[in-house]
């Protein structure tokens, strides 16, 4: 099977849907597929500490337009821009006849608007990988143009029900497949070696960008209220974004030699993982618990806030403990320290983590229902909409 997916994100820098991409390819390709990712050139390339370490790469890419940073929904994101693009693609698609054709963020203007719309593949699916908040005026105002292109969609689909809920008021006809995003299991895994400069406090680690939605601001208050109750552990924050300087200034004076800034890292990631005893994501806004899901399939209990997004792939009391509010920072300050206070429930919790990575969001089992619905398409055995959601388990 010939298959093109198409991203607005694919470039040196591990996380989100970059690495989703990373890992869909990876495992097709595996699989005995001829896998081509077609994404931008970066107009700005994003600094990472360790530099070009990445993961080997099976599968070919091809470069089309150019991606521009942009802030939208309360996170950083990217805009595909080019005058050429839509010929760029048609030529391609001339070229290259692919049998499968898989857009992710299918709403993403230029880039992935234009792959629908030029598609020759006899099967065009779309992951929708956003959360968008009632009423968002961007997606309201273009939900019309936006409706004709998904018509040309074969499947859609969701990487969580809480995609649906927010998309469904703008799209109700769309009938979502849910299949949750991946994780590379061996990668991201217990057996990682820590980092032994981080050996001489107890560690909670944080991972994500500095975009507000996140709650790093949050996470370094309830390490300030965590630490006036205890002077044994130390954070560490792996993550950057243009907001570092003012992040950094959120610090109070007395810990700043406990507030770790690790920058934005790729295959060091494991490793500061598994330096730490607890992950902690105070985050307002997801569509899918990716941080969270690195954390359990590298063996750690993690401290959420209680989002749609997260509840999909953590469970409350089994892999780690959710918090109601991403702003309650005296409540993630209880949570962790009641992890830290009895590390044999925190072991625990850790192992049941990894155990549900393992059954259930491992890339070869999420690329198993892709290819079989990718199959079925093609073959004419699948409802062209198909509404089943894809289970996961519990």
Known sequence: MKIAIVSDYYYPQLGGIT?????????????????????????????????????????????????????????????????????????????????????????????????????????????????????????????RPLRRVFRRLDASISVSDAVIESMQPHFPEIAFTTIPNGIDTAF???????????????????????????????????????????????????????????VERMVPDGLRGEVIFAGRVNRLRPRYLAS???????????????????????GLPVVASRLPGFELVMRDGVDGVMVDRADDEAGFAAALGMLLDDPALAARMGAAGRARALASFSWQLVAERLEGLYEGLLEGEAERVPAAPVPVAA
């Open 188 to 246: 991201f895994s217990p057996d990682a070696e820590p980092i032994a400069a981080l050996a001489q406090k107890r560690t909670i680690v944080f991972v994500g960008r500095f975009d507000p939605r996140n709650g790093v601001k949050h996470m370094i208050g309830a390490f300030s209220e965590l630490r006036r109750a205890r002077d044994d552990v130390q954070l560490v924050v792996v993550g950057d974004g243009p907001l570092r300087p003012l």
């Open 19 to 143: 690495e989703h991409v990373h890992g869909q390819a990876t495992e097709l390709t595996r699989r005995g597929h001829e896998v081509t990712v077609i994404t931008p050139r970066l107009a700005v390339t994003p600094r990472t500490v360790d530099g070009d370490d990445l993961p080997a790469r099976a599968f070919e890419v091809v470069n089309a337009g150019t991606a521009f940073p942009f802030y939208v929904n309360g996170s950083e994101t990217l805009v595909t821009l080019g005058a050429g693009l839509p010929y760029a693609l048609e030529r391609l698609f001339r070229q290259r006849p692919f049998d499968v054709l898989h857009v992710h963020n299918p709403f993403g203007w230029m880039l992935p608007l234009t792959a629908i719309r030029r598609s020759r593949a006899p099967v065009t699916v779309g992951t929708f990988h956003s959360v968008v908040p009632g009423g968002y005026r961007l997606l309201r105002a273009s939900s």
């Open 276 to 298: 730490a005893e607890i992950l902690c994501t105070p985050c307002s806004l997801a569509s899918f618990g990716m941080v969270v899901l690195e954390g359990m399939s590298a």
